[in-house]
Every structure is written in structure tokens, then in C-alpha cells.
Antibody, heavy 118, light 108 residues
Framework: EAQVVESGGGLVRPGGSLRLSCVASGFSFSDAWMSWVRRAPGKGLEWLGRIKKKADGGTTEYAAPVKGRFTISRDDSKDTLYLQMDSLKSEDTGVYSC?????????WGQGTLVTVSS | QSALTQPASLSGSPGQSITISCAGTSSDVGGGDFVSWYQQHPGKTPKLMIYDVSVRASGVPHRFFGSKSGNTASLTISGLQAEDEAYYYCSSYTNGVIFGGGTKLTVL
């Protein structure tokens, strides 16, 4: 069974940075496109971006609200997905989840909470 | 891109059929065949039910049927069962992925 587990969330000040990790198991991570999704308090699901598998170029695509501030990367040798978040804003507060897939999402993690506040 | 529009809540009795709508625009739902649906029970992670408009994910009962007409996608659940009570979310990929706001389905 495919599983993903996120870590790295926490409290960060506006303008700060944070790196989230997502460890995958139960499937061939190197063959998977992966995405990050978040849910802000009281709001709906928001897709942040995706990374293709290396065989498909390993390229990334981002949603407009985070483009230029967030970077998705992967380390297939560690079955791990990353989300580097810079220039964080209060509106980035939410639960961040790692998901398998690029345009539909088969496995979801429980998420890690990121709070951006002074 | 704005969120896709779903009814906030729906209800039905066991055995009935219900349809959850997911309204978008020609730039998202109407612009491709990448609509998916997710079921989420309280305290659980979302479960993929339907992808590419009408393809059932592995293990999903045939009671769940996805379709699309123009800029609106739909998820129809026939023979409603108690365990179908959950939140349902649609999503669409064209230029990025957007989600609907979610529909709370209550089985009376």
C-alpha cells in the first residue's frame, strides 16, 4: 500500500523559510509524479505544485500563489519529496500534504502543520 | 483560478441515487478530461474515487459514476449506503490543479 509521511512543519515568522519533507513507501517513488497540497484554516484544498519523475524530465510546475517562493524537489535515492518554502506569508498557514500524482492524487499523507506568525 | 463550485451539502436515503455537481469554466472543467473526485471521511485522508472524468479508481464500487457535460462535472452515487456519508471533493487539471469547495453528503 502506498504511503507518504510528511514532516518539517512548525512555527515560522513572516518572511522566513521552512523545508518540508515527505518520505514515501509501498510504491516505486522514482516512477511517480508527486505533488504538494495544502489546506488553510477554514478554507478548501489548494494544490501548490508538482514534480514529474526523472524519466519524464523531472520538471516542476507551481500554482500562481507560490510560484517564485516555493520549490519542489525530490531525492529518489531516499524516496523523499521536499517542499522548500521561502518568503513565507501569514496566508501560507495551513496543513501541508504530500500526494502521489500530478493531476489526480492516489495517496495522501496526514499532513504537517505550518504556522506563519510573528 | 477560482475554486470549482460544489453544493455545500446534499442528503439522500439509503438506496436512493444522488448527484454531486462540480461547476467550472471552459478554462478548467470544460477545457480537458482531467476531472477527479475524492471521498473523505472525518479524520481520514481523501480517497481517490474517480479520475479522468469517469475512470473508477481501483476498488471503487460501480455505484460511483463520474461524468461531464460542458463546464460541469458530476459524481453520481447510486444505491446510497450509510458508509457513503462523507465529504466529496472534485478537482480539475488544465493549467494547474484546482479543487472544489467540497460537498457534505448525509445519508438519512
Amino acid at each position: 500500500e502506498a504511503q507518504v509521511v510528511e514532516s518539517g512543519g512548525g512555527l515560522v515568522r513572516p518572511g522566513g523559510s521552512l523545508r518540508l519533507s515527505c518520505v514515501a513507501s509501498g510504491f516505486s517513488f522514482s516512477d511517480a509524479w508527486m505533488s504538494w497540497v495544502r489546506r488553510a484554516p477554514g478554507k478548501g484544498l489548494e494544490w501548490l505544485g508538482r514534480i514529474k519523475k526523472k524519466a519524464d524530465g523531472g520538471t516542476t510546475e507551481y500554482a500562481a500563489p507560490v510560484k517564485g517562493r516555493f520549490t519542489i524537489s525530490r531525492d529518489d535515492s531516499k524516496d523523499t519529496l521536499y517542499l522548500q518554502m521561502d518568503s513565507l506569508k501569514s496566508e501560507d498557514t495551513g496543513v501541508y500534504s504530500c500526494v502521489t500524482g500530478g493531476h489526480y492524487f492516489g495517496a495522501w499523507g496526514q499532513g504537517t502543520l505550518v504556522t506563519v506568525s510573528s | 483560478q477560482s475554486a470549482l463550485t460544489q453544493p455545500a451539502s446534499l442528503s439522500g436515503s439509503p438506496g436512493q441515487s444522488i448527484t454531486i455537481s462540480c461547476a467550472g469554466t471552459s478554462s478548467d472543467v470544460g477545457g480537458g478530461d482531467f476531472v477527479s473526485w475524492y471521498q473523505q471521511h472525518p479524520g481520514k485522508t481523501p480517497k481517490l474515487m474517480i479520475y479522468d472524468v469517469s475512470v473508477r479508481a481501483s476498488g471503487v464500487p460501480h455505484r460511483f459514476f463520474g461524468s461531464k457535460s460542458g463546464n460541469t462535472a458530476s459524481l453520481t452515487i447510486s444505491g446510497l449506503q450509510a458508509e457513503d456519508e462523507a465529504y466529496y471533493y472534485c478537482s480539475s487539471y488544465t493549467n494547474g490543479v484546482i479543487f472544489g469547495g467540497g460537498t457534505k453528503l448525509t445519508v438519512l
